[in-house]
């Protein structure tokens, strides 16, 4: 073999080996179109949950005169 393709199979084996660093990609999270109806959903259930325990307190209340 000639000298050049000695060094060229030599780099490409050295760049193959350089991409391999072993380590796997981070997952990312993916955004969907529904992301922002489900954070609207989750809102609206934090505040009904609030409005039952309000609703909670007063029939207490009420019962206990």
Known sequence: MKLIHIIFVGLAGWIG???????EPEP???ETVFDPMVEALEKAEAVQDLD???KRRIDAELEQN
């Open 17 to 23: 080996l350089a991409g391999c660093n072993g380590s």
């Open 28 to 30: 990312a999270e993916h």
């Open 52 to 54: 039952l325990e309000r």
